[in-house]
């Protein structure tokens, strides 16, 4: 049995004899959907940094203009990250959807916005950085599907930003920019999974982008202070990496192990190891 392949059984035993598992998830999981990453070799701010520099500035732009804004949105070309509507999941997330019917995982928190969890079938799905399929009002935070407006309309007459029907602030796509505020909502849900999960498994993400990178470590040290006044030391949470590449929780000792490889291989084989063993 080689070096992964033993990873790959460990995990599976991990992830079985866990109460509360959690996945967290990135860009990488969506590269077999042929979505590029960001900050991966090949990534869209490793060839075009100028790109990510006109990024940092699109929230403010929304602040300053929110009629701009949209005029932008609606006429300019094609997202750097291609079509996502016509993109499809990818085995790596059909498996995740497979541990959360059999009851396995409870939770997936992801960064992307691409949907692609829920098209896979994944029920319990927080979006941490929002999604393409929604618009989200800064003010109240409610949601509201696309369809729900008619944005060419609003552009072609003129009415733009679009406003939101609860509170009548200007409203934006779900997606969440740089320098923007995580929504209240999907923060609170995510810290409490966090907190609650005696498993975290990670999935292609680079783990640099705050505070999303700091839900491995919440779930890592979220009973140091219990641990001062208890004599019994509760069980230490089980935190498994699946990436490409190492990351600064690899380095930095928060994972336990790493499984390095391509997700659209490495989670079906810990899906097909986690049946063996409840078959047993």
């Not at 927080?126 to 407006?149: A, D, N, Q, T, V």
Request: charged fraction near 25%; include cysteine.
């Amino acid at each position: 049995m080689s070096g992964v392949e033993e990873l790959i059984e460990r995990a599976a035993r991990d992830l079985a004899s866990s109460s509360y598992a959690i996945a967290l998830t990135g860009a990488g999981i969506s590269t077999d959907s042929g979505i590029p990453d960001f900050r991966g070799p090949n990534g869209i701010w490793t060839k075009n940094p100028e790109a990510e520099k006109r990024a940092y500035e699109t929230y403010f732009r929304f602040l300053r203009d929110p009629a701009q804004y949209w005029h932008d949105r609606l006429t300019m070309g094609t997202s750097l990250l291609g079509n996502l509507q016509e993109a499809k999941p990818n085995p790596a997330h059909y498996a995740l959807a497979e541990l959360e019917k059999m009851g396995i995982i409870k939770s997936v928190l992801t960064q992307n916005i691409d949907g692609l969890h829920e098209k896979a079938g994944s029920q319990r799905v927080f979006e941490y950085h929002g999604s393409i399929y929604k618009l989200r009002c800064p003010s109240c935070g409610c949601r509201f599907r696309y369809e729900e407006y008619d944005l060419k309309g609003l552009l072609a007459e003129g009415k733009l930003p679009p406003r939101c029907r609860e509170c009548s602030s200007p409203i934006k796509d779900d997606v969440v920019h740089f320098n923007e505020p995580i929504p209240a909502d999907v923060a609170h849900a995510s810290l409490e999974e966090a907190h609650r999960c005696d498993l975290m498994l990670i999935c292609g993400t680079s783990a640099v982008v705050y505070p999303f990178a700091e839900l491995p470590r919440v779930a890592r040290y979220r009973r140091a202070g219990s641990r001062l006044f208890s004599l019994e030391q509760e069980k230490r949470t089980v935190i498994i990496e699946v990436n490409a590449e190492p990351t600064p929780l690899t380095r930095e000792g928060i994972s336990d192990y790493l499984i390095q490889g391509r997700l659209a291989e490495v989670l079906p084989q810990i899906v097909e190891r986690v049946k063996k063993l409840r078959s047993q």
